[in-house]
């Protein structure tokens, strides 16, 4: 017996295929993309010199952050990861640099210059508000990305922060399925609260208690930027362990 298909459904099977084809084309493609983000010319020298430490291109896969995607810097800084994310997600995803305004203070100058990168770069968007006002954002999120900074969060330039009220921001910030991604300088197991204000560490077990709370799934940790010669009890400043601390990254996923 001859199998007859209408047209319809025909025209239907073809724009599967081609959207399978092109999800592939762009998982397999992502590694070169994120490659060509790092070799990018009108990246500061500066960033190029912290590469070595923060190894990029580990991070970025780690992130599964895509071409077309809308992601969130929070407290981006001088912004060496938001110049990264708006390489990766082009002109049809979005770049959040957030710059808090509870530290303006010390990352005004920081703050400036991004804005000056962003001028040139429409896919970026530069905002200084409160961190909780901050997460009220004109489109849902693929990730929400904090480096070197959730610790920061519980110190006292930041109120301190209700963590119970910030991370459910963030959760409601996100599509569904949407990523969080939280890497920090890591404090010894069980290491008392004041080691944010202290030593500028957390506990990797308070980041995921005080995460999954907030309704999130602990996904995937990764080891990339662990050191084990790092103490892990002397500040993150200590020029004997500046620039090489143990770091954790922890990824968590919104329910679909």
């Given at each position: 017996?001859?199998?007859?298909?209408?047209?319809?459904?025909?025209?239907?099977?073809?724009?599967?295929?081609?959207?399978?084809?092109?999800?592939?084309?762009?998982?397999?493609?992502?590694?070169?993309?994120?490659?060509?983000?790092?070799?990018?010319?009108?990246?500061?020298?500066?960033?190029?010199?912290?590469?070595?430490?923060?190894?990029?291109?580990?991070?970025?896969?780690?992130?599964?952050?895509?071409?077309?995607?809308?992601?969130?810097?929070?407290?981006?800084?001088?912004?060496?990861?938001?110049?990264?994310?708006?390489?990766?997600?082009?002109?049809?995803?979005?770049?959040?640099?957030?710059?808090?305004v509870?530290?303006q203070?010390?990352?005004a100058?920081?703050?400036?210059?991004?804005?000056?990168?962003?001028?040139?770069?429409?896919?970026?968007?530069?905002?200084?508000?409160?961190?909780?006002?901050?997460?009220?954002l004109?489109?849902?999120?693929?990730?929400?990305?904090?480096?070197?900074?959730?610790?920061?969060?519980?110190?006292k330039?930041?109120?301190?922060?209700?963590?119970?009220?910030?991370?459910?921001?963030?959760?409601?910030?996100?599509?569904?399925?949407?990523?969080?991604?939280?890497?920090?300088h890591?404090?010894?197991?069980?290491?008392?609260?004041?080691?944010?204000?202290?030593?500028?560490?957390?506990?990797?077990?308070?980041?995921?208690?005080?995460?999954?709370?907030?309704?999130?799934?602990?996904?995937?940790?990764?080891?990339i930027?662990?050191?084990?010669?790092?103490?892990?009890?002397?500040?993150?400043?200590?020029?004997?362990?500046?620039?090489?601390?143990?770091?954790?990254?922890?990824?968590?996923?919104?329910?679909?």
């Amino acid at each position: 017996m001859r199998l007859t298909l209408s047209p319809g459904i025909c025209a239907l099977l073809v724009a599967c295929a081609c959207l399978i084809g092109a999800y592939a084309q762009s998982t397999v493609a992502q590694p070169d993309l994120i490659a060509s983000a790092i070799a990018d010319p009108a990246r500061p020298e500066g960033d190029r010199t912290r590469d070595v430490v923060r190894k990029p291109a580990e991070s970025l896969q780690f992130s599964g952050l895509k071409p077309g995607e809308a992601v969130a810097d929070f407290n981006a800084g001088s912004g060496y990861f938001t110049r990264l994310f708006s390489d990766v997600v082009g002109n049809r995803g979005h770049v959040y640099a957030i710059e808090p305004v509870e530290i303006q203070q010390y990352i005004a100058k920081s703050t400036a210059e991004l804005r000056d990168y962003a001028a040139g770069h429409p896919n970026i968007t530069v905002s200084v508000q409160t961190a909780l006002d901050s997460l009220h954002l004109p489109r849902k999120l693929d990730l929400f990305w904090i480096s070197q900074n959730y610790h920061d969060l519980h110190n006292k330039y930041f109120g301190p922060l209700d963590m119970a009220a910030f991370n459910k921001a963030v959760f409601n910030a996100l599509k569904p399925g949407g990523s969080y991604v939280v890497l920090d300088h890591a404090a010894a197991p069980g290491a008392p609260p004041d080691v944010t204000q202290t030593l500028h560490r957390i506990d990797p077990a308070t980041v995921r208690h005080e995460v999954e709370a907030a309704g999130f799934v602990f996904e995937n940790e990764s080891g990339i930027l662990a050191n084990p010669a790092d103490p892990r009890t002397i500040g993150v400043f200590d020029k004997s362990i500046q620039g090489r601390t143990d770091q954790f990254i922890l990824k968590f996923r919104r329910p679909e």
